[in-house]
């Protein structure tokens, strides 16, 4: 006998569930790429897109992931030689920072580890350090998805604003757009960058970046613009061909359409709501478990965790024991950790993290809860008891403080 049949829930950090609807979405004939539907379905994605990264300026979209959205935003804000502050907390971070190396700039990393959020302060300080003004962009992960960090992208733009240095600021949302509440304009980011297959609720192969005017107008003089990635190539959706730097993503944009027409109807304000209140009973979940067991948030500070997603530790290997589990006995596939030990480490098997981020509501979450909970009893595994009902009673405490669908009016603006 097997518990786990019915509809699996892979609760790893992206790729997140998907909604039925973007899913029937896809299902219909290719259409014609040169005139139509598609085009219009396109140009109307545009304003959506900027309403969901809060900005009124320019959004490029790309037939990628994550990584090209990384290369596709390096290549239009630098030039060879250039340098980069790449401020780390986590493996994301690094990935960024890599991608920079490997493409010919200059890299000065500023590394806050991976349990603590990155310290403005020490932006400040190294941006008031560079007084001939080599640093041309400031990268931050928004979340980064390993550690389950989340940073303050307000305060570090306030930090950058305090020493009046120019250098662009350039955030990596893949993990938090559509999940963190997130102001681009507001924020005074210059550079957003996504990817469909996570807050989205979209396939994996679609990529996004938001750029300010200013970097729009820095980007004119990068030299490591190419044919692909050029934002420039990327604001007119008139001939999609050229637009998407050929075929365009036919299905994808169908379901994103979808997707982002249920997140209008829902509202950014709800959906940031959404996500924190449902962080909230995990959180609540493995305080109560750690009182009488050795799991532990990876980040302590409460103001510095994710909403999107959680990263957990018990003693090496309950956390591959527990995923196992999980996934043969409840039907629940939990992430394996990113960055938080070698692969071959011993420790590795200690760590792992739940996804918690797009199409997801009260429920999922308590299924998410009462099967580790479960797992920790069939297992042995120590841990205090009371997660499922620490859970339950946070969200009834919190019930009435999200607004539901129905109560925002299907408004998007907001
Ligand atoms: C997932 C993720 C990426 C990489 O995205 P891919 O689509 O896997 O290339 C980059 N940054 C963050 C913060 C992510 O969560």
């Given at each position: 006998m097997s518990l786990s049949n019915g509809r699996h829930y892979l609760a790893i950090p992206g790729p997140s569930v998907l909604p039925d609807a973007v899913l029937q979405a896809?299902?219909?004939?290719?259409?014609?790429?040169?005139?139509?539907?598609?085009?219009?379905?396109?140009?109307?994605?545009?304003?959506?897109?900027?309403?969901?990264?809060?900005?009124q300026h320019h959004v490029a979209m790309y037939i990628s992931n994550g990584h090209g959205v990384w290369e596709a935003s390096l290549t239009n804000m630098i030039s060879r030689g250039d340098t980069v502050l790449a401020c780390?907390?986590?493996?994301?971070?690094?990935?960024?920072?890599?991608?920079?190396?490997?493409?010919?700039a200059k890299v000065q990393r500023l590394d806050f580890g991976k349990t603590i959020a990155i310290?403005?302060?020490?932006?400040e300080q190294a941006l008031r350090a560079?007084?001939?003004?080599?640093?041309?962009?400031?990268?931050?992960t928004h979340v980064d998805t390993a550690t389950s960090l989340r940073n303050d992208i307000k305060a570090i733009r306030a930090a950058i604003d305090a020493t009046?240095?120019?250098?662009?600021?350039?955030?990596?949302?893949?993990?938090?757009?559509?999940?963190?509440?997130?102001?681009?304009?507001?924020?005074?980011v210059d550079v957003a960058i996504a990817a469909s297959q996570k807050g989205l609720m979209t396939p994996a192969g679609m990529g996004f970046v938001w750029a300010s005017d200013k970097a729009l107008a820095v980007g004119q003089t990068s030299d490591m613009r190419t044919p692909y990635w050029?934002?420039?190539?990327?604001?007119?959706?008139?001939?999609?061909?050229?637009?998407?730097?050929?075929?365009?993503?036919?299905?994808?944009?169908?379901?994103?359409r979808t997707a982002v027409d249920m997140m209008m109807d829902e509202g950014m304000e709800n959906i940031w709501n959404r996500h924190a209140v449902l962080a909230g009973a995990y959180w609540a979940a493995v305080d109560a478990w750690g009182q009488g067991g050795d799991?532990?948030?990876?980040?302590?500070?409460?103001?510095?965790?994710?909403?999107?997603?959680?990263?957990?530790?018990?003693?090496e290997p309950d956390g591959t024991r527990l995923r196992d589990w999980l996934t043969e006995h409840m039907g629940v596939t939990l992430g394996i950790p990113l960055g938080m030990a070698a692969w071959d480490a011993p420790e590795w098997h200690g760590y792992f993290r739940i996804g918690h981020m797009g199409h997801l509501n009260a429920q999922m979450v308590l299924g998410v809860i009462g099967a580790i909970e479960t797992g920790f009893i069939a297992l042995g595994i120590p841990h205090g008891t009371g997660g499922v009902t620490a859970a339950t009673q946070f969200l009834a405490s919190q019930v009435g403080t999200v607004t539901t669908p129905a109560e925002a009016g299907g408004c998007c603006s907001g």
């Open positions: 896809m299902q219909r004939p290719a259409p014609n790429i040169y005139t139509g539907e598609l085009v219009d379905l396109t140009h109307g994605l545009i304003p959506d897109l900027k309403k969901i990264a809060r900005t780390l907390s986590g493996a994301f971070g690094e990935g960024w920072a890599d991608v920079a190396e490997k493409l010919g310290d403005p302060a020490k932006v560079d007084t001939d003004h080599s640093i041309k962009v400031v990268l931050v009046g240095h120019p250098a662009l600021y350039a955030v990596d949302c893949v993990a938090s757009m559509g999940c963190e509440t997130f102001e681009m304009d507001a924020w005074g050029d934002w420039n190539l990327r604001t007119d959706p008139t001939h999609l061909y050229e637009f998407f730097g050929g075929t365009p993503p036919t299905q994808h944009l169908y379901a994103l799991l532990t948030l990876n980040v302590a500070d409460p103001a510095q965790r994710s909403h999107a997603v959680t990263a957990l530790k018990l003693t």
